[in-house]
C-alpha cells in the first residue's frame, strides 16, 4: 500500500465507545479516522475493492455504512464477519 509497509492495519488509541443504533457500540473517531484513510489509500491507487473495513460491533457498522454515503462510493466493503471464500 502507498505510504504504508503493512497489508494489514491494527491501530490503538484511547476515545471511548459511545452507545449507538442498535444498543450497540460505536466511535466517531474511529470512523472518521478509518474513512480518510480509506479514501487516502483510492486516491493512491488501491481499488476500493481490495479494500475490507472490519468492525466487532453493530453500531459501529452501522456507522461506517452512514458516513460511507456521505464519503465513498460503495466499493468498499464493511462487515462485521468477514470470511474470505
Known amino acids: 500500500m ?7 492495519l491494527f491501530f ?3 476515545i471511548p465507545e459511545d452507545s449507538g443504533e ?3 457500540k460505536q466511535n466517531e473517531h ?3 479516522f478509518i474513512l480518510a484513510l480509506t479514501m487516502y489509500l483510492i486516491q493512491n491507487g488501491i481499488k ?3 479494500i475490507a473495513i472490519l468492525a466487532p460491533y453493530k453500531g459501529q457498522i ?3 455504512l ?4 456521505e464519503n465513498l462510493n460503495s466499493c468498499v ?3 462485521k464477519n468477514y470470511k474470505r471464500s
Do not use: V
Open 62 to 64: 452501522f456507522l461506517l
Open 48 to 50: 476500493g475493492d481490495d
Open 22 to 24: 442498535f444498543n450497540s
Open 30 to 32: 474511529e470512523t472518521t
Open 77 to 79: 466493503d464493511i462487515q
Open 2 to 8: 502507498p505510504g504504508l509497509n503493512k497489508n494489514l
Open 66 to 69: 452512514q458516513k460511507r454515503k
Open 12 to 14: 490503538d488509541h484511547r
